[in-house]
């Protein structure tokens, strides 16, 4: 079992940054996929940033250009860096490591976009 604990969320007004980080419990392997994911209540979780081990990124059109996700094999971490920030971006931000045979969540960390 793999935990996934994530920090950094919080309440930023419109326009502002936020950086959320999240701490895997044992080493990340090559294979395996890190990605952050968020959802608001009545709908469906839906990924926002993806990672390779290997460093190849994707992005969600509705956050390209504002969001960089990172990782750290060295301090198995993974970190989403959030710029210009707007109110529709106000959900529960979860970070999740996909491998070849397994699937890991976090619990889950608040973003509040509002001024």
Do not use: H
């Amino acid at each position: 079992q793999v935990q996934l604990v994530e920090s950094g969320g919080g309440l930023v007004q419109p326009g502002g940054s936020l950086r959320l980080s999240c701490a895997a419990s044992r080493n990340l392997f090559s294979l395996d996929v890190m990605g952050w994911y968020r959802q608001v209540p009545g709908k469906q979780r839906e990924w926002v940033a993806r990672i390779t081990g290997g460093g190849s990124t994707v992005y969600r059109d509705f956050v390209k250009g504002r969001f960089t996700i990172s990782r750290d094999n060295a301090e198995n971490t993974v970190s989403l860096q959030m710029n210009s920030l707007k109110p529709e971006d106000t959900a529960i931000y979860y970070c999740n490591l996909d491998g070849p045979e397994y699937d890991y969540w976090g619990q889950g960390t608040q973003v509040t976009v509002s001024s």
